[in-house]
């Protein structure tokens, strides 16, 4: 089947070697990115939430799509995968409807998290998550896309008293139910990492690297890791620095937290040039 040039793009990624995938979280920082030569972006719910003014899992289904979609026409030579949430539906048949409505947007690849997003349940039932990730295989296959399915396996995420085992045994059956890569967001060490990829049926992991975890991009390579992600973390970083500058004027009257020009001197040069190249 002929799939899209972004579709098949990001497919080959994933079939030798370890790549890197930032997550932008607006135009500009996905145009940046796509200008420092990296072969595919990714969404970040965080990210865009926090530019909209809202925390993380606050972000209505439709404002995502439309951010979905902005993102994807942002950098059209490149594959962009969607942080999905858990598909904005708790049903199979709403993740099936609502995937199809993310992969019109023209995304390469989506995810799908196993968490309910509520305090009292975070994670849907073994049985339910895995049926989740199911519909989402027969959606996008319906559709003929061949969009990356990406299944999320969240207990670190949400306080589970033994998350690792939990973990591969939802991976493994996420992997058994169609998802084409498989996703344990804050597994970090050499262990962990060797347990998630013996767990993946020989699928492509995903790592999200959301701080210095002492390792390099070769070292995840040799530990059997296909992509890297780095979620909210860059985001989050951009934060940093605007709240810690701000705090200085406002608790001690001084202006010595802004990186400067010296730092940012790039970014002007940067967009005109692309902005002519876009145009």
Same mark, same amino acid.
């Given at each position: 089947?002929?799939?899209?040039?972004?579709?098949?793009?990001?497919? #080959?990624?994933?079939?030798?070697?370890?790549?890197?995938?930032?997550?932008? !979280? @607006?135009?500009?920082?996905?145009? !940046?990115? =796509?200008?420092?030569? +990296?072969?595919?972006?990714?969404?970040?719910?965080? %990210?865009?939430?926090?530019?909209?003014?809202?925390?993380?899992?606050?972000?209505?289904?439709?404002?995502?799509?439309?951010?979905?979609?902005?993102?994807?026409?942002?950098?059209?030579? &490149?594959?962009?995968?969607?942080?999905?949430?858990?598909?904005?539906? @708790?049903?199979? @048949?709403?993740?099936?409807?609502?995937?199809?409505?993310?992969?019109?947007?023209?995304?390469?690849?989506?995810?799908?998290?196993?968490?309910?997003?509520?305090?009292? @349940?975070?994670?849907?039932?073994?049985?339910?998550?895995?049926?989740?990730?199911?519909?989402?295989?027969?959606?996008?296959?319906?559709?003929?896309?061949?969009?990356?399915?990406?299944?999320?396996?969240?207990?670190?995420?949400?306080?589970?008293?033994?998350?690792?085992?939990?973990?591969?045994?939802?991976?493994?059956?996420?992997?058994?139910?169609?998802?084409?890569?498989?996703?344990?967001? !804050?597994?970090?060490?050499?262990?962990?990492?060797?347990?998630?990829?013996?767990?993946?049926? %020989?699928?492509?992991?995903?790592?999200?690297? +959301?701080?210095?975890?002492?390792?390099?991009?070769?070292?995840?390579?040799?530990?059997?890791?296909?992509?890297?992600?780095? %979620?909210?973390? #860059?985001?989050?970083?951009? !934060?940093?620095? +605007?709240?810690? #500058?701000?705090?200085?004027?406002?608790?001690?009257? =001084?202006?010595?937290? +802004?990186? %400067?020009?010296?730092?940012?001197?790039?970014?002007?040069?940067?967009?005109?040039?692309? &902005?002519?190249? =876009?145009?």
């Amino acid at each position: 089947m002929a799939y899209s040039a972004q579709v098949a793009a990001f497919r #080959s990624l994933h079939e030798t070697g370890c790549f890197v995938m930032p997550n932008p !979280w @607006d135009l500009g920082s996905a145009r !940046w990115l =796509r200008g420092q030569g +990296f072969k595919a972006l990714a969404t970040t719910s965080a %990210g865009f939430a926090f530019t909209q003014g809202r925390a993380d899992q606050d972000v209505p289904r439709d404002m995502m799509l439309a951010h979905i979609a902005e993102m994807v026409k942002a950098v059209p030579d &490149l594959p962009v995968n969607a942080d999905f949430e858990n598909g904005y539906a @708790d049903t199979p @048949d709403g993740v099936a409807a609502n995937i199809k409505l993310c992969v019109a947007t023209g995304v390469a690849g989506l995810s799908i998290e196993d968490a309910t997003g509520r305090e009292a @349940d975070p994670l849907y039932p073994f049985e339910l998550a895995v049926e989740r990730i199911r519909a989402a295989r027969r959606a996008i296959d319906e559709t003929g896309s061949g969009v990356v399915l990406t299944a999320r396996a969240e207990a670190f995420l949400t306080g589970h008293p033994d998350p690792l085992p939990e973990v591969v045994r939802r991976l493994g059956a996420f992997a058994d139910a169609g998802a084409d890569v498989l996703y344990a967001p !804050w597994v970090r060490t050499p262990e962990q990492i060797a347990a998630v990829v013996a767990a993946a049926r %020989g699928k492509p992991i995903n790592v999200v690297v +959301f701080a210095d975890f002492g390792l390099t991009v070769a070292d995840f390579d040799a530990l059997g890791v296909r992509r890297l992600s780095t %979620g909210g973390a #860059s985001a989050r970083s951009a !934060w940093a620095g +605007f709240i810690e #500058s701000t705090r200085l004027i406002r608790e001690e009257g =001084r202006f010595s937290g +802004f990186a %400067g020009n010296s730092v940012t001197a790039p970014i002007e040069p940067f967009f005109r040039d692309d &902005l002519k190249a =876009r145009s």
